[in-house]
């Protein structure tokens, strides 16, 4: 959608198309009563300086619905096709490295009580993989912050996915 159009949407359908780009209710709620933005690099700008403050009760938000890390994600609803596109690569992935996965999210969630997250968009299973391996090691604060750094990430991808400046000939992004 153009930004003009997102700067016109009525509150509730706003914060829905916001809701799929991060699950953080005050996050969505100050992203949408900031509008007009008049551009996406101004909307893109804001939703960065708001993510910056995320914390555990931020991350804990966010990855209520969130899907692990190669399983296919469940549901019709916009979050869930986000996650489809952004995980596309793990279809790919040989069945020792799915093995692998699965162990790993199973390690990640004893040891942090949540999913692993991250930016999948753009990474192979093995980078992915290779980063669950590296952040097993990280302690709590460490990996809050790592994780929450990964929700932004995803968060900008899917308003630039969603927003545009220019004229748009895209299908529209959920």
């Known amino acids: 959608m153009h930004i003009d159009e997102f700067d016109t949407l009525a509150p509730q ?21 900031g509008r007009p933005y008049g551009s996406t690099d101004a ?3 804001r939703a960065q300086e708001l993510a ?3 914390g555990r009760a931020e991350l804990d938000a966010a990855l209520a619905h969130h899907p692990r890390i190669g399983e296919k994600p469940s549901g019709t609803g916009a979050d869930a096709a986000a996650s489809r596109r ?8 040989g069945d020792d490295v799915a093995a692998l996965m699965t162990a790993g999210n199973r390690a990640y969630e004893e040891r942090f009580g949540r999913v692993f ?4 968009a753009g990474r192979s299973p093995d980078q992915m993989l290779g ?17 929450c750094d990964q929700l932004a990430q995803i968060a900008l991808l899917r308003l630039h996915g969603a927003v545009t400046d220019g004229a748009d000939t ?3 992004a959920p």
């Open 13 to 33: 359908d706003a914060r829905a198309q916001v809701a799929v780009w991060a699950a953080v209710p005050t996050w969505v709620d100050a992203v949408v009563s």
């Open 43 to 45: 909307l893109a700008a």
């Open 52 to 54: 910056t403050g995320w």
């Open 86 to 93: 952004e995980q596309a690569s793990m279809a790919d992935a």
């Open 117 to 120: 997250l991250i930016r999948a």
């Open 131 to 147: 980063e669950l391996a590296r952040r097993l090691d990280n302690d709590e604060a460490t990996e809050v912050a790592e994780a």
């Open 170 to 172: 895209r299908e529209p």
